[in-house]
């Protein structure tokens, strides 16, 4: 085992680090309280190269790895959870084109959700298809030289901010997950709108909106991967997006960590600071011991992904349990902070709220058990 | 166009010690970094180059660490960097340090516009680049917070001053000195940093030049900093407590007491 930095990662981690708490930490509380999207955010992170951190250079990318992606993942939710999770978004939109696209699709795609601006979304979710992703019921019917496709998508995160969607439609309904097909969407095809954004708990900066697609005609060519295969895209996609939620998860904790830990020291009780009684320590080491935990976990998951190595069941280890450290984490936080932290005054209210999202996006817990679950029992023999 | 920035590199604290020897700060085990001036005159530089072409080359004069910040200048995108390394300009002042930056950049020959921020925040003379102009024998213009190029070699700018502002028509080659108003430095990208790694900084010492060794260094120096201090902290004030009458009455007899008000 070896837990040192590459040269490489030293620099890069040092560099995000600085422009993560010199320009997006300062701008986080205004994000969520006037509910905007967070423009000057993203287009920071285009300039900055932080898109396409494990994508070859050839295609606009860093040529790093998913390790190193991890570990900016990492920086940028502690520094505004609502930029993390359309950074986590945008690779939804670049992984299953870099690693299921024609040299053509990743040409045309790929430099321009990593260098030239274009953020990406993810589409599988419907009204009647969360945990039951192979329920899907949005069609892509082939007709002459193309698809069209009709259904609707809900929750989707970077809805109508993104130009580019990979989205998840039957070609073969009758098929089950054998009948799902990947395809790439650009805004503006005809047939293709968005709904209402969704009012959410947080992230009110972040759109989540419906994807509508009615009579949306799209070409052959864009068709990712095979006609029947885009349950595949789509699970192979989820299982790097659960190191992206993981790696999120630990960045918010972290943070909220810190806040606590300021504040125990500043606030007096009881003639001293809260910080001298011992279950105040006691929570923040608890905090401590699970962040450094959940975060290893993490980039267990995102190493074994480099190395080539089957990963599936730790990503969806690292999921379940960041998430839910997340929780603890903000929770006592809060806890720690008495009737100040209840306040809006006070950030770690807002990271409470926060931290609830990680629990079910892409995959809830439930979900992350059933996984680990199959595995174990399969394992077994 | 073609730009030479100088940048100094500085202590990254404001707790700086001094030794009270050489009277000079305590370099070692400080984090050292670009003068925050120096860096709006490389943004300058490098929104000229986006505009207009030509090429950015940074210069520097220092020990060999200097390096460190001329990578730095390297990660923000940068063309050339030039380190003026010799242990013979070693404690040099304002003048030696000015007249051996000349020598360097009359070696790069083809520039048209030399940047320099108002002053490094260690020293604060801001006397280097009117010095540097003066040797040059180029115009000078100080306190820059907006430059314009009008085309044929002609720029305009605006230089703040005590009273407001002063705007200037000037043509190149020339030197300015900029404040942080000019703009607000960009952060070097990823792919800057790793490929600054790569990148070389060329170093020139006293025989790569032509150059007086007799102006150079502690030898060329004419200014000798005899001592150097920390101001000792004000002192506490006093805080009149009492209810607001009381109080507002004190203070006027106080006021009156000290002839501040009659």
């Known amino acids: ?381 | 166009m073609n730009i030479v920035v100088c940048i100094k590199q500085v202590p990254d604290t404001a707790n700086v010690k001094i030794d009270p020897n050489t009277h000079t700060l305590i370099r070692e085990g400080i984090d050292l970094t670009i003068n925050p001036f120096d860096l709006n005159a490389i943004e300058e530089a490098l929104r000229l180059r986006e505009k207009f072409d030509g090429r950015v080359t940074v210069i520097s004069m220092g020990p060999t660490q200097t390096e460190r910040a001329l990578r730095d200048a390297y990660a923000l995108g940068v063309d050339r960097c030039v380190l003026l390394t010799d242990h013979l300009f070693a404690g040099a002042d304002t003048l030696s340090t000015a007249y051996t930056l000349s020598c360097g950049i009359r070696k790069l020959s083809d520039w048209d516009l030399i940047l320099c921020g108002k002053q490094a925040i260690d020293g604060d003379t801001a006397q280097v680049g009117p010095q540097l102009s003066e040797i040059l024998n180029i115009p000078v213009l100080c306190w820059v917070r907006k430059l314009e190029y009008l085309g044929n070699r002609k720029i305009r700018v605006e230089q703040e001053t005590e009273t407001g502002c002063c705007i200037v028509e000037t043509s190149l080659p020339c030197l300015l000195t900029v404040t942080k108003e000019i703009n607000e430095p960009r952060l070097a990208s990823l792919r800057g940093v790793l490929q600054a790694k790569r990148k070389e900084v060329e170093k020139w010492g006293l025989s790569d030049l032509e150059i007086d060794p007799g102006r150079v260094g502690l030898t060329g120096s004419c200014t000798q900093v005899i001592r150097v201090f920390t101001p000792s902290p004000k002192e506490k004030g006093e805080i009149l407590e009492g209810d607001p009458k009381g109080v507002s009455q004190e203070l006027v007899k106080r006021l009156k007491d000290a002839g501040v008000v009659s």
């Open chain 1, 1 to 381: 085992l070896n837990f040192s930095l590459t040269e490489d990662q030293a620099l890069i981690l040092e560099q995000v680090k600085e422009i993560c708490t010199e320009k997006l930490l300062p701008r986080a509380d205004d994000i969520e309280k006037r509910g905007v999207f967070p423009k000057e955010n993203i287009e920071l992170l285009f300039q900055s190269d932080l898109m396409g951190v494990f994508l070859p250079e050839k295609y606009g990318g860093l040529g790093l790895d998913f390790l190193t992606w991890a570990m900016v993942g990492e920086e940028i939710s502690y520094s505004c959870t609502t930029t993390g999770a359309i950074y986590g978004a945008n690779m939804l939109c670049v992984y299953p084109i870099f690693a299921f696209g024609t040299d053509e699709q990743k040409e045309r795609y790929l430099p321009a959700l990593v260098k030239d601006g274009k953020i990406g979304a993810f589409g599988l979710t419907e009204p009647n298809a969360g945990s039951d992703a192979a329920s899907i019921q949005t069609r892509a019917e082939k007709r002459g030289d193309g698809y069209v496709l009709n259904g609707t998508k809900v929750f989707i995160t970077n809805a109508g901010e993104a130009e580019i969607y990979v989205i998840m439609a039957k070609t073969a309904p009758e098929r089950g997950a054998r009948g799902m097909s990947a395809f790439i969407v650009e805004k503006g095809t005809p047939g293709f709108s968005f709904g209402a954004d969704e009012k959410k708990m947080a992230y009110a900066g972040l759109p989540n909106k419906e994807l509508v697609f009615d009579n949306c005609e799209v070409p052959s060519t864009n068709l990712l991967y095979k006609e029947g295969r885009g349950f595949r895209v789509a699970m192979e996609t989820l299982d790097v997006g659960r190191i992206g939620m993981g790696i999120g998860a630990v960045g918010l904790a972290r943070r909220a960590m810190e806040e606590a830990t300021k504040y125990s020291r500043e606030r007096v009780q009881f003639g001293q600071p809260i910080s001298g009684f011992q279950v105040i320590q006691h929570y923040l080491a608890d905090m401590a011991t699970e962040i450094e935990a959940a975060r290893l976990l993490c980039l267990k998951a995102a190493w074994m992904k480099d190395r080539g190595e089957q990963f599936s069941h730790i990503a969806a280890m690292a999921k379940v349990f960041s998430s839910e450290v997340c929780t603890r984490v903000t929770n006592k936080a809060l806890q720690i902070h008495g009737g100040y932290g209840y306040s809006r005054d006070y950030r770690v209210e807002r990271f409470f709220r926060e931290a609830k999202l990680f629990e079910i996006v892409e995959g809830t817990s439930e979900i992350q058990r059933n996984v680990i679950a199959n595995y174990v029992l399969k394992a077994a023999g």
